[in-house]
C-alpha cells in the first residue's frame, strides 16, 4: 500500500508540472497583441518589384531588378525566379480582385546561371516570344527556393498585345552653337496638337559606335536638344514613338536621321566688368567671374600701341597682380575667359579698363 501510495504521489506531481507548462506557455504566447502565426524562414521574403514591360515587334520583354538578398545567395540555385502568365480578357484584366485562372509557368531563371535571359547591371531582362497579336496576359514572377517553396509573388503585370504606333514620318536634324537640334513630326490630334498619349525615345550614335539612349525618361514634343555632343564629330539620331497600354510601353518602329556634323563649340564670352587698383609699387587687376564654366582667364595690357598677354597659364580666378609698372603711367587693361573643354579656346577680351599708377611718397616728418 505505501508503495501505490508513493506512485500515486509521484504521478500527480508530475502531472502539475507538465500542466503549469502547458498554462505558461499558454500566456506567453498570448501576451501582448495577438498577431498571426510568423512563417517558418525568411522574416522578410525578397520580393519582385518594378518591373518593366516593353512590346517590342510583336514581343513581351520583361525586365526587372534583382533583390540583394538574391545577390547574397551562397550557391547557385538557392533562389530562381519564375515567371507564370494568365490568358485573359480586356474586361477580366481590369479585376483587380479576380484570381487568376489556368495560370502556366514560362520559364525559370536562375541569375547565377547562363539561359535564354540577360543580366547585367543586376537587372535581368527576359522575352516572351509565344504571346499573340491582340491577347491580353497577366504576368507574375515568383521568387522560389531550392526545396521549391513560394517566397514570394510579384503584383501582376498587365500586357494587351495591341497594334503598335506608327513610326513617325522623319527626323531632321540642325546644328548651332548649342549642339545639335533634333525635330520629327508627331502624331496630330483631331485640333492640329501633338497627340498627348504618344511618347517618343530618342537614340544616338557616333560615327562607328553603337547606338545610346539620350532620354530615360519618355518625351513629349517634337524636338530634342542635344548639347553632349563633341565638336565636330559626327552623329546620327533615331526616334521611336511609344504607346502606353495597361502596364506595358508598346513602341513603334525606329526612324532615323541622316549624319550631321556637331559645331565647332563657341568659346565662353569675356568678364562684364574688369577694374584695376593702383596698389603702392603694383596695379592689382579685378573681374566679374564667369556664370558659366571656364577653364580660367587671361590678362593682357596696353602700354600705348603694345599689347601683351600677362599670364602664361590661365587663372582661376581674380586678381592678377602687374608687378612690372612704372610710377605714374597710363596702363589699360583687358580680361578673356578661356573654354572648359578641348582644345581650350580663348574668347573675345572684355572691354579696357585704363588706370594711372599713381605712386605715393611717404613724407615723414
Not at 510568423?38 to 526587372?64: A, Y
Not at 525559370?108 to 497579336?133: K, L, N
Not at 565636330?232 to 550631321?260: C, F, M
Request: with cysteine.
Amino acid at each position: 500500500m505505501r508503495a501505490c501510495s508513493l506512485n500515486r504521489e509521484k504521478f500527480g506531481k508530475a502531472w502539475q508540472i507538465r500542466a503549469f507548462l502547458m498554462v505558461a506557455l499558454i500566456f506567453a504566447g498570448s501576451c501582448g497583441k495577438k498577431t498571426p502565426p510568423r512563417p517558418v524562414g525568411l522574416e522578410k521574403p525578397p520580393q519582385v518589384v518594378d518591373i518593366r514591360v516593353e512590346l517590342v515587334d510583336g514581343q513581351v520583354r520583361l525586365t526587372w531588378p534583382i533583390p540583394p538578398i538574391v545577390h547574397e545567395k551562397k550557391r547557385p540555385g538557392d533562389l530562381i525566379f519564375v515567371v507564370q502568365r494568365e490568358r485573359t480578357d480586356l474586361k477580366r484584366v481590369q479585376c483587380g480582385d479576380c484570381p487568376p485562372e489556368a495560370v502556366e509557368t514560362l520559364v525559370r531563371i536562375d541569375p547565377a546561371s547562363q539561359g535564354p535571359w540577360q543580366v547585367a547591371h543586376g537587372m535581368v531582362e527576359w522575352t516572351d516570344t509565344s504571346a499573340q497579336a491582340e491577347e491580353v496576359y497577366r504576368y507574375w514572377i515568383a521568387i522560389v527556393d531550392k526545396k521549391e517553396r513560394t517566397l514570394s509573388l510579384s503584383a501582376p503585370t498587365r500586357v494587351h498585345l495591341s497594334a503598335p504606333p506608327r513610326p513617325v514620318k522623319k527626323v531632321e536634324t540642325c546644328a548651332d552653337q548649342r549642339g545639335v537640334l533634333v525635330r520629327w513630326d508627331a502624331p496630330m490630334t483631331a485640333d492640329k496638337m501633338p497627340d498627348p498619349k504618344t511618347s517618343f525615345l530618342i537614340e544616338r550614335r557616333q560615327k562607328g559606335l553603337e547606338w545610346e539612349t539620350l532620354n530615360p525618361e519618355f518625351l513629349q514634343g517634337n524636338s530634342y536638344l542635344d548639347t553632349s555632343v563633341q565638336p565636330q564629330e559626327h552623329y546620327q539620331y533615331r526616334v521611336r514613338p511609344v504607346l502606353r497600354v495597361l502596364d506595358a510601353e508598346v513602341s513603334g518602329p525606329w526612324t532615323e536621321s541622316a549624319l550631321i556634323r556637331a559645331p565647332e563649340r563657341m568659346p565662353p564670352p569675356p568678364p562684364t566688368t574688369v577694374w584695376a587698383v593702383p596698389l603702392r609699387e603694383k596695379i592689382e587687376v579685378h573681374w566679374t567671374e564667369s556664370a558659366q564654366p571656364v577653364a580660367g582667364y587671361h590678362v593682357y595690357r596696353r602700354d600705348g600701341k603694345t599689347i601683351v598677354r600677362l599670364t602664361g597659364e590661365p587663372l582661376n580666378k581674380p586678381p592678377f597682380i602687374d608687378a612690372k609698372v612704372e610710377p605714374n603711367k597710363v596702363y589699360a587693361y583687358a580680361v578673356s575667359s578661356v573654354s572648359p573643354n578641348a582644345p581650350h579656346k580663348e574668347g573675345l577680351l572684355s572691354k579696357w579698363v585704363e588706370v594711372r599708377h599713381v605712386r605715393f611718397n611717404d613724407f615723414r616728418r
